[in-house]
C-alpha cells in the first residue's frame, strides 16, 4: 500500500520503481565510457527531470541499484508482485521502471507475461550515464511517465519507451551496444511514437499478456531453472548434459532456424530420456522456427517460433511452473 497524496488533483498518478543502470549511473563529466551503473538513488534521478512534475504525481520506490547483469529472479518476483498489489489500488493508475539496458528486454517479457493489470507499466534506461553530455536518460524517464499516465496504454501489456519509441515488452530486444537509439523489434516494428509528452500507437500484439496471460507467480520465491546454451560450429554437445544436469529446461540458440549438428541432436535423446524439454531458439534475431521433422525428432524438442533465446528461457520457466508434459509445453510456445 502507498498514501497517494495528490500534489496536483487533476494529474494521474504514477509509480516509479528503480532497479538502477545506466539511467542511474555516474562517472566522468560528460563522458559516456568508464561509467558506474547504478549510482543515483530514484528521488535525485526524477528532479533532475525537468518539468515531469506537469505531467503526473510520481511516487518513487527504490528497488535496487545494480547493474542490470546483476538483476536476479528475486527482483523479478518482487517487481511483479508489487505491481499485482500496488495495481488493485484505484488511486494509482499507472507504473515506471527503470532499468539497466543489457537485460531490460528480459525483465519486460517477463512482466508481460506475470503481472495481472491492464494499468500501463513502462520500463525504460539509458544508454549514457547521467553526467554525460546529452544524457539520453532524462528525456526517456520524461516520455515513459507520460506514457504511463496516458489511457491510450491500457491493455498494451509491458511496454519498454527508448529513443522516442514504444515497444511490446514480448518483442522488444536491444539491437546496439552504445547508440542511443538502442532497442527496437526488428521485423515486428514499434508500437508507436513518443513525441515529447504524446503517444502515437499504431500497432498492437495480438499474444496474450497481462490479465490474459496464464502465468500466475504470486506465492512463488523461486521459478524453474532454464538454461540457454549457444552452438557453434564444433560445439561440445557434453555442455547440454552438463546444463540439463543443473536444469528443468534446455534453450539451445541454435544457427539459422534453430539447428545444429548432428553430435547434439544425438545428445538431445538422453534429455529426452530424463524427462528435460529443448527448446530451439535461434542466435540470429528474426525470423519464425518452426516444428522441423529433422530436428524435432525426439518429442522433448519444441520450437521457439519468433521468441529469441533469452525470452524463450523465460516462457519456458513459467510452463515449467504449469506442467512438464512436452506436448502441453509445445502449445504454450505456440500460443505465446
Ligand atoms: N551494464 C549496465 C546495465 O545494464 C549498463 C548498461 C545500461 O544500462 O545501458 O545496467
Redesign the pocket.
Known amino acids: 500500500m502507498i498514501t497517494i497524496n495528490p500534489k496536483k488533483p487533476g494529474l494521474k498518478n504514477i509509480i516509479i520503481l528503480a532497479t538502477?543502470?545506466?539511467?542511474a549511473?555516474t562517472g566522468e563529466e560528460g563522458k559516456t565510457t568508464n561509467y558506474q551503473?547504478?549510482n543515483l538513488d530514484i528521488d535525485t534521478l526524477v528532479s533532475s527531470v525537468s518539468n515531469i512534475d506537469k505531467i503526473a504525481n510520481i511516487y518513487g520506490e527504490q528497488i535496487a541499484n545494480?547493474?542490470?547483469?546483476d538483476i536476479t529472479i528475486d527482483h523479478w518476483l518482487t517487481l511483479a508482485n508489487k505491481i499485482n498489489e500496488l495495481s488493485k489500488q484505484d488511486d494509482i493508475d499507472g507504473f515506471v521502471i527503470t532499468?539497466?539496458?543489457?537485460?531490460?528486454e528480459e525483465t519486460a517479457y517477463f512482466l508481460d507475461l506475470t503481472v495481472k493489470t491492464n494499468k500501463p507499466v513502462v520500463i525504460t534506461?539509458?544508454?549514457r550515464p547521467s553526467t554525460a553530455t546529452s544524457a539520453d536518460g532524462p528525456l526517456n524517464l520524461y516520455q515513459s511517465v507520460a506514457l504511463a499516465a496516458s489511457e491510450l496504454s491500457i491493455g498494451h501489456g509491458c511496454m519498454v519507451v527508448f529513443s522516442d519509441g514504444i515497444y511490446s515488452g514480448r518483442n522488444v530486444q536491444k539491437v546496439n551496444t552504445f547508440k542511443t537509439n538502442?532497442f527496437n523489434s526488428i521485423e515486428f516494428g514499434c508500437l508507436g511514437y513518443m513525441r515529447d509528452n504524446v503517444p502515437y500507437f499504431f500497432n498492437k500484439s495480438i499474444k496474450p499478456h497481462t490479465v490474459d496471460s496464464q502465468f500466475d507467480i504470486s506465492g512463488l520465491n523461486k521459478l524453474p531453472v532454464v538454461s540457454i546454451a549457444y552452438f557453434n560450429i564444433d560445439a561440445d554437445p557434453l555442455i547440454l548434459d552438463y546444463l540439463a544436469e543443473r536444469s528443468e529446461g534446455v534453450v539451445i540458440a541454435g544457427a539459422g532456424s534453430g539447428t545444429f549438428s548432428s553430435n547434439w541432436l544425438n545428445e538431445i535423446k538422453n534429455l529426452e530420456e530424463k524427462g528435460i524439454p529443448v527448446v530451439r531458439s535461434s542466435r540470429i534475431g528474426s525470423g519464425i522456427i518452426l516444428r522441423d521433422e529433422t530436428m524435432d525428432r525426439y518429442i522433448n524438442c519444441i520450437p521457439s517460433y519468433t521468441l529469441s533465446p533469452p525470452k524463450a528461457r523465460i516462457l519456458l520457466s513459467l510452463a515449467l511452473t504449469k506442467t512438464k508434459d512436452f506436448s502441453e509445453i509445445g502449445k504454450i510456445f505456440s500460443e505465446y
Do not use: P, Q, W
Not at 545494480?66 to 547483469?69: A, E, G, R, T
Not at 532499468?99 to 531490460?104: A, I, K, P
Open positions: 538502477g543502470g545506466t539511467i549511473g551503473a547504478g545494480v547493474d542490470s547483469n532499468h539497466g539496458t543489457d537485460t531490460l534506461g539509458a544508454m538502442a
